[in-house]
């Protein structure tokens, strides 16, 4: 099955303690991005990245790191945790990063809560 | 530079109409449109390109607007399952920053 799949689902941690989060996608997207979700904001791009070793920022890319060494992983990385950095985050794929023909598939989402 | 979509929220009987627009101040070079069930991933409906090409998915549909920089998406004949939350997204270039509007949350009632 096409998936983009996150780990973990939940995941509860105290501030200051480096976390990564994995991202796995199984459709050989060339694309994949990095969003966290609050309540009003919408969906914020943090990190995105076009293709294997090529990465940018997004809109709020402060306190945290991505890599992007194989075409299907694509980690995000708190080096140092914070509680503002308590959200829900998304990763999502696309065929390609111009996205004129495709959306994005999106994984199942980690809670993650920073205390 | 994020696009702004009103209304915040809407309440619907099924079977009514609701239209949900998302508006930009800057050029856009295409508009994307999701829709989130409470707990559950955004699942992609439509991508928009401008020239004002209008899609359809099942009963919902959308425009694009260049001129005013707007894309509206309509949903005719409201069934329960459309309740979530609806985003936009904005592609103002070829450069993969896709940004997202705040949502819009449709509910619809028996």
């Known amino acids: 099955e096409a998936q983009v799949t996150q780990n973990p689902r939940y995941l509860i941690t105290v501030t200051g303690k480096k976390l990564t989060v994995t991202c796995s996608q199984n459709m050989n997207h060339e694309y994949m991005s990095w969003y966290r979700q609050d309540p009003g904001l919408g969906l914020r791009q943090i990190y995105y990245s076009m293709n294997v070793e090529v990465t940018d920022k997004g809109d709020v890319p402060e306190g945290y790191k991505v890599s992007r060494k194989e075409k299907r992983n694509f980690p995000l990385i708190l080096e140092s945790p914070s509680p503002n950095q308590t959200s829900l985050y998304f990763c999502a794929s696309s065929p390609h990063g111009d996205s004129l023909n495709y959306g994005y598939t999106f994984g199942s989402g980690t809670r993650l809560t920073v205390v | 530079q994020q696009p702004v979509q009103s209304p915040q929220a809407v309440i619907l009987r099924e079977g009514e109409d609701a239209v949900i627009n998302c508006s930009s101040s800057k050029a856009l070079y295409s508009v994307h449109w999701y829709r989130q069930k409470h707990g559950e991933a955004p699942v992609f409906l439509m991508i928009l390109l401008k020239g004002g090409e209008q899609k359809g998915h099942e009963k919902i549909s959308a425009s694009f607007n260049e001129k005013k920089q707007q894309s509206s998406l309509y949903l005719t004949a409201s069934q329960l399952s459309y309740s979530g939350t609806y985003f936009c997204?904005?592609?103002?270039?070829?450069?993969?920053?896709?940004?997202f509007g705040q949502g819009t949350e449709l509910s619809v009632k028996p």
């Open positions: 997204g904005s592609l103002y270039n070829q450069g993969g920053k896709l940004i």
